[in-house]
């Protein structure tokens, strides 16, 4: 072979190889993210699964691994933002909310001070007491069109789409917590803002048409104000209109130390 030859076939040889590396590379690539989304996916639904058990064993007498099937079944292959409300019905009936007369704490925008009343009390309880509201809180979770597992990133936030599934179970969820209060109900409201009775909130449009006169005597409204607001409020007055009038209404104006002299007492009498 002439040098002139063999210069060609080296050419010819340098010119497949840098493709072939590129080939090579790109499929290990390839190979790393299959691995890797199967590795993540895994983790998510394993870590929301024992997030769920681990909280839900807190409380005795439920199947929490029944409870976990019924719930993921709810929204694993479908669509993240077409879950609806109606969806979480057998849940919901597999595990009901017990009647709470004279303990149902309902609120709204006072997450912090409600629950630092209601933790290790059980003379009041919120839905974030309760076996799903405690097993879900603060958790995310959206199944995905074509796929079984369940998923907790990527998940639409909670005004994103009206039926996402957060969105509709908590929406849900809260609905039953209402049906099922009786005797006196509380609810804690924010007095540090302008309108502690914001229609568009899950107690005044979920929860405030679902307490039912026929079992709930009255509605307590505690209001931890902050020199903002007061009873005498415009939007207490409305809520005042729209609760049934067979229903009692009280409000009471409370400051964050007497929540916290409060929660700090170990029996159930009024603090306020």
């Not at 609806?84 to 057998?90: F, G, W």
Request: hydrophobic share 35%.
């Amino acid at each position: 072979m002439e040098r002139g030859e063999v210069g060609d076939v080296r050419k010819k040889r340098s010119k497949w190889a840098i493709p072939l590396v590129l080939l090579v590379v790109l499929v290990l690539l390839i190979i790393i993210a299959v691995v890797l989304g199967v590795t993540l996916t895994g983790r998510q639904s394993a870590g929301l699964k024992t997030d769920f058990l681990n909280r839900c064993q807190n409380f005795k007498g439920y199947d929490c691994e029944n409870i976990w099937k019924t719930f993921k079944q709810v929204f694993v292959n479908r669509d993240p933002c077409n879950v609806s409300e109606e969806a979480y019905d057998p849940l919901i009936a597999a595990v009901p909310f017990k009647r709470l007369c004279n303990q149902t704490m309902l609120w709204s925008k006072t997450n912090k001070a409600v629950h630092e009343l209601t933790t290790g009390r059980d003379c009041l309880q919120t839905i974030e007491d309760t076996v799903l509201g405690s097993s879900l809180n603060n958790l995310s979770w959206c199944g995905m069109k074509g796929s079984e597992e369940t998923f907790t990133t990527g998940c639409p936030e909670w005004n994103e789409c009206v039926n996402n599934s957060v969105r509709s179970f908590w929406r849900r969820a809260s609905a039953a917590f209402a049906e099922a209060a009786c005797g006196d109900v509380s609810v804690m409201l924010n007095g540090s803002i302008s309108t502690p009775f914001n229609p568009t909130s899950v107690f005044a449009s979920i929860e405030v048409p679902r307490l039912n006169s026929t079992k709930v005597k009255s509605l307590n409204i505690v209001l931890v104000t902050n020199s903002v607001s007061n009873c005498s409020n415009a939007s207490l007055q409305s809520l005042k209109t729209k609760l049934d009038q067979r229903i009692v209404y009280t409000c009471k104006e409370v400051t964050e130390s007497q929540i916290t002299d409060c929660s700090a007492k170990p029996d159930c009498g009024r603090c306020w």
